[in-house]
């Protein structure tokens, strides 16, 4: 049975798309079944993985509207154990045609149950926002990973963005937990970079990562040709990053053991 994972901030530019498609697209190299759920209106993780919008017939909007089945929508990657449930824009209107279903914060846990047993990990990459379609992601999931810019702004919204989750761990979803806070667009040259990711770790804890996510140009480049990092350059320091951070979260859920040479890059490797 899948362990579902979503990716949450309600502060946009955070790296939040960026680390749904290369954790879920790292996952499958590690050979874990994984499906990419996209639950973002804008469908940035449907482009990145290389769909077209436009050859979509159907969408996550059609799952939680007009009910049709998520096995019905789910599209193939090229990377093999890699699948999506591709966004529409579409999606944006769903709030309010939700607004009167009975038991509107528990649509998207429905729809998933159906094949949560199809796959190892279910990634769920929310809107930057906290409203019902996220609230929706965050029942769904058993866990949260929280990507937090190191910059200082970014940590202004930490607080609300967790406050929200402790409401729906308190009303909604009992079982849920913070998988972690990752740092990202770590420049290591910059002290304000460093200052912030101590900072948050002296806050956090053991609740942030040690793989942290530097700033990488072939991560950014490769959504405009339709990949995942590990595809457009397997050996970038991006593509690393997020292979190291599904070796830790397999590595924090006891579903494998790593080796000494395959440890997770931190700080002091810098």
Known sequence: MARIIGIANQKGGVGKTTTAI????SLAVLECRTLLVDADPQANSTTGMGFDLHNIQQSLYD??????????????????????????????????????????????????????DDYDFIIIDCSPSLGLITVNALVASDSVIVPVQAEFFALEGLGKLLNTIKIVQSRL?????????????????????????NEVRRHFEEMVFDTIIHRNTKLSEAPSVGKPAILYDAESKGAINYLNLAKEILQKNNLTKINQSERILTLDDE
């Not at 290369?22 to 697209?25: F, K, M, Q, T």
């Not at 990202?184 to 002290?191: Q, S, V």
Request: proline share 4%; hydrophobic share 45%; aromatic share 4%.
């Open 173 to 197: 979803n009992t079982s849920l937990v913070i998988e972690g806070i990752l740092m990202t667009m770590y420049d290591g040259r910059l002290r304000l970079c460093n200052q912030v990711v």
């Open 22 to 25: 290369n954790l879920a697209a």
């Open 63 to 116: 799952c939680m509207i007009n009910e049709v089945k998520a096995k019905e929508v789910v599209l193939k990657t090229e990377i093999p154990h890699l699948f999506v449930i591709p966004s529409h824009i579409d999606l944006v209107g769903a709030e309010i045609e939700m607004i009167n279903y009975p038991q509107r914060e528990s649509v998207l846990k429905n729809l998933l149950q159906e094949v949560k």
